[in-house]
C-alpha cells in the first residue's frame, strides 16, 4: 500500500511539472511548441476547440501506440486530463511573470523544457503507463534502439511539420523546442539514470483489478 501511494505521488508530481513546464514555454511568448502548432492549425481547420483538438490528437496517439505493442493505464489518462487542468490553474493564477527581454524569453522556454523533461521522468517511473505523446516516444526507442533523445526529436518535429502545413503560428521557440525537447529529456534522464523502456507499466486491469504492487 505504501509502495502505491509513493507511485501515486510520483505520478501526481510529474502531471504537475509536466503542466508547469508547459506553462512556463507558453509564456516565454516566442512560438508555440511543437504539439501546440498541430492543435492550433487542426483548430484553425476544423473550427474545434484547442483543448478539444488535444483529447482526439491524444486519443488518436493512444491508437497507435497500442498498435506499436505500448501500454495504457491511469498514467495515459491522468495525461491527458490532469495536465490540462493543471495548465489552466497555473494561467489562472497568474504566478508566472511575462519575459520582457528576448535572453529571459528564451532562457524561460529552455527551463520549461527541462521542467517538462523532469514532469515525464516522474509519471512514467510511477509505472501507470506514460501519456501519449511519452508513449510514442518510447515506443520508437523500442522499435528502433535509437536513443531516447533523438527519437522524441522526431515525435516533436513531426509535429511541427503537421502543425506548420495546417497553419498552426510558428515562431522561434517552436524551432528551439524540437531542437531542445529531445536534449533536455536525454540530459536529465541521464543524469536520473533512468530508462523509460525497462519500467514495467501497469494497464488499468492491473491496477484497479488484479491489485498489483
Known amino acids: ?3 502505491y501511494a509513493i507511485r501515486f505521488v510520483n505520478l501526481l508530481a510529474g502531471n504537475i511539472l509536466f503542466a508547469l513546464g508547459i506553462v512556463l514555454t507558453l509564456r516565454a511568448n516566442i512560438g508555440y511548441a511543437p504539439w501546440d502548432v498541430l492543435h492550433a492549425g487542426l483548430s484553425q481547420k476544423t473550427g474545434l476547440s484547442f483543448g ?3 483529447i482526439i490528437v491524444g486519443l488518436l496517439i493512444n491508437v497507435i501506440v497500442l ?3 505500448e ?3 491511469l498514467g495515459t489518462l491522468s495525461n491527458m486530463v490532469l495536465v490540462g487542468l493543471f495548465i489552466d490553474a497555473i494561467l489562472t493564477l497568474n504566478i508566472i511573470p511575462l519575459p520582457t527581454q528576448l535572453p529571459f524569453n528564451i532562457l524561460m522556454l529552455i ?3 527541462f521542467v517538462i ?3 515525464s521522468y516522474y509519471y512514467i517511473k510511477s509505472a501507470f503507463c506514460a501519456g501519449p ?3 510514442l516516444m518510447v515506443a520508437l526507442v523500442r522499435k528502433t534502439r535509437l536513443p531516447i533523445g533523438i527519437c522524441r526529436s522526431l515525435v516533436e518535429l513531426t509535429a511541427f511539420i503537421g502543425g506548420w502545413l495546417l497553419g498552426g503560428m510558428v515562431g522561434a521557440g517552436t524551432v528551439i523546442s524540437v531542437i531542445g525537447i ?3 529529456i536525454q540530459v536529465t534522464f541521464m543524469l536520473l539514470r533512468f530508462d523509460p523502456t525497462k519500467v514495467k507499466h501497469e494497464t488499468f486491469l492491473d491496477t484497479f483489478f488484479k491489485g498489483k504492487k
Do not use: E
Request: charged share 15%; with cysteine; proline share 0%.
Open 1 to 3: 500500500m505504501k509502495q
Open 52 to 54: 478539444l483538438i488535444s
Open 67 to 69: 498498435i506499436l505493442g
Open 71 to 73: 501500454k495504457i493505464g
Open 111 to 113: 527551463g520549461g523544457l
Open 117 to 119: 523533461s523532469l514532469g
Open 133 to 135: 505523446r511519452d508513449s
Open 182 to 184: 529531445g536534449f533536455c
